[in-house]
């Protein structure tokens, strides 16, 4: 390539024009994700293919010749996110660049995004990934302006996982690696069902082979994907999720086990147990609750009531090892009464999370729940939300409270230089910022122990002890 990013600024070239230009002659991609863990995840074998693919990535829209949202339904203000930066960016497709749009909000609109969006020239819903590579192909022999519509609509019956051996790590300490995709729960209020098709699992085999390879390439945390984890099932039936925890853990060189995201009916005592014997699993459930109210769980079709919560949870609080709780909740279904959101108030606090992700209601398509009547309005969600963050700052702060004198090891994330402080990570998944005395031994991805000093409701501040 006789062109050099040098050169263009000494002839004094426009650097719009330049890279213009620059993205004309090579395959370059912008990737914004959008969503949870599952989606970042995604990404990186989306990255990974493309790469494989020829096609670099650059950091910003300008400088791409492909631009790609994967996206995220779960919630309509999220689903808003993606036509919001696509109106943004919607001119730069007279200089020839392509849009695509991936994931859950493709899967979800299909087609309907080329109406709203017409110079989009890519849908690939998450159940398509595997056809990237072929979609990628036909996108480029394209002339500017050809669109292309794959949407793997039909894939809620696929029976495949997305799996490539070309995946882009971004996290270079902690490795994702998904055992289980899609749900069958049906929960009526949720779109995942819909955009991310039905349950398949991995061979537990594929998954220890991944692990052992993320070990070689010198990662030591892992965290175990999927919609609901624990309804995991090895189609060679050789272990069960619990036992796959435990061989996870097992591999040579890995010091941190994690998993996310499991359902309280399917979620077994042998969890527990595993997590009690294997020192490499995390001292950490998150276990999503949403509604402290019987009766609302039930209109969520949850599958569990809350006295059945309470004993998953007093399995947790039982164990040997103390293992910290997090949960999800939403607010304002319809037709919660406030006696409802109170029972939901006092299950935060009869169990003491130490975390909690907390949603108002958005009404899915698709869903069941869409058609329920009583549809609270949005100013009462929002006052349900801000009393629940609040109550749930106070339990926080009591937890946090209990870890002051403890000197407990943290996986070092990073380093905050305006504060001189270390960013550490728990076993039980909580920030602890730390400082050294000299930063001898101190390095990012590395691990080391901290005596906890002070307590906030979100975070731990502490010493580095030699
Ligand atoms: N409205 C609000 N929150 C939702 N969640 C899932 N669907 C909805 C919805 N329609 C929340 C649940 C879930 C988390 C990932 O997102 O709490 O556990
Ligand atoms: Fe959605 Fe329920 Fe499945 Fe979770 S378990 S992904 S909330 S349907």
Redesign the pocket.
Known sequence: MYLRRGRAGRSGACPALYLLFMAALEKTFYLETFG?QMNAHDSEKVVGTLISQGYRQVPTVEEAGLVLYNTCS??DKAEQKVFHRLADYKKLEAQGKKFGVLGCVAQQEGAKIFERAPYVSLVCGSASYRKLPEMLTQIEKAGAGKRLRITGLDDRETDECFETEFTARTNPHRGYITIIEGCDKF?S????PFTRGKERSRTSESVLVEARQMADLGYTEIQLLGQNVNSYCDPQGKRTFAELLAAVGAVPGIRRVRFT?SHPRDFGKDIVEAIDVTPTLCDHVHL?V?SGSSRVLDAMQRLYNREQYLEKISWIKSARRDISMTT???VGFPGESQEDFEETLSLLDEVGYDGV?A??????PN?P?IRLEDAIPDAEKSRRLAVLLETQRAIQQRRNLKHLGEIVEVMVEGKNEARRQWIGRTSQNKTLNFTAPDSTGVETGGYVHVGVTTAFPNSLVGEMVI
């Open positions: 949870c779960i919630r929960c209020y949720c779109v995942v995201t999503p949403q999800d909740v939403i992700f949603f108002k209601y958005s009404p899915r869903t729940a």
